[in-house]
């Protein structure tokens, strides 16, 4: 995957900084003991989170970006509050290849998260940072997911489709209508059809896919169109265009006579008022420097 953590962004274990004396240093930090460890991180509960959180909150505004102890407190916000990340990707469903690189994605977005937030407007910061991780991870399936390229409003209307077929299973005991679908949502039933079929623009189907079996030859390509031979035809005219503008009239003129009109030699040598043998001799030369010119452009 393309996006990567920097290494001033990824998250450290508390425990691995080194300590350094003197004011504000990761030694220092206040609740830094009451820290535990990356591993014991997932098992904390959602109160303790908070508590520890706005500690390191509190201290985090206190300290100079850039310094040693500004990235300590950063990095053990991040370790905190990661089950946010592990969270929002399993609202999204990814598939199981995908799967860490969503949650390096997400973790993208709660350090950013992190360095947004304001303590002292009194908002609880999962509150804050969910949405900002949900954006992430979203951005990330619209720019990687999608085997055939859809409108983003199509791809919006996927997800919610996704999570609303989820909640309406678990409230209902069974799949949702079409028209269940549309009015949970707002939606029309034609817009709901077009975000399920879109779905279909993860995965599209092999043209090699055997039609009637694993043990058919008959294929889906074998159903879509057909070999036309004129098609070369066409690359050839539109070659042929500006060779023929650059003719002398008269060569142009006999050319247009024999194959537009459909006018035989005579006819032709009868209207430009020269014989049968010149017009024959003059569209042989044509046709030969056409055809060399043809040739080198191919």
């Not at 407190?73 to 592990?86: A, D, I, K, M």
């Not at 304001?118 to 399936?141: C, D, N, Q, W």
């Amino acid at each position: 995957m393309a996006t990567q953590v920097s290494h001033t962004s990824t998250p450290t274990a508390p425990h691995a900084e080194r300590h350094t004396a003197g004011p504000g240093s990761p030694a220092e930090l206040p609740g830094r003991h009451d820290l535990p460890s990356p591993s014991d991180t997932a098992r904390l509960p959602a109160e303790e989170i908070r508590r520890l959180s706005k500690t390191l909150f509190a201290r985090l505004d206190e300290l100079e970006e850039g310094t040693e102890a500004h990235a300590y407190v950063r990095n053990s916000l991040v370790e905190l509050n990661l089950n946010l990340v592990h969270y929002a990707a399993r609202r999204m469903r990814p598939q199981a290849e995908s799967w860490d690189d969503v949650i390096q994605v997400g973790t993208i977005g709660l350090i950013k998260a992190i360095n947004r937030f304001e303590l002292h407007r009194g908002v609880e910061f999962p509150s804050y940072a969910l949405p900002t991780v949900m954006g992430e991870i979203k951005r990330f399936f619209r720019d990687t997911s999608w085997s055939v390229r859809v409108p983003r409003p199509l791809q919006e209307l996927h997800f919610d489709l996704a999570r609303a077929t989820t909640a309406l299973e678990q409230a209902h005991g069974h799949p949702p209508t079409r028209a269940q679908l549309a009015a949970h949502l707002g939606r029309t039933e034609a817009e709901v059809a077009e975000g399920q079929a879109v779905a279909r623009s993860y995965l599209p189907a092999s043209l090699d896919l055997p039609v009637d079996g694993a043990d058919s030859d008959d294929t889906l390509a074998d159903h879509l169109g057909y070999h036309d031979p004129d098609l070369a035809r066409v690359e050839a005219v539109h070659v042929l265009k500006p060779l023929i503008a650059a003719l002398p009239e008269r060569e142009r003129r006999i050319l247009a006579l024999r194959f537009v009109g459909d006018r035989t030699q005579r006819e032709i040598g009868e209207e430009l008022d020269i014989s049968q043998m010149h017009v024959s001799r003059i569209l042989t030369r044509t046709l030969g420097r056409l055809r060399a010119e043809l040739d080198t452009k191919r």
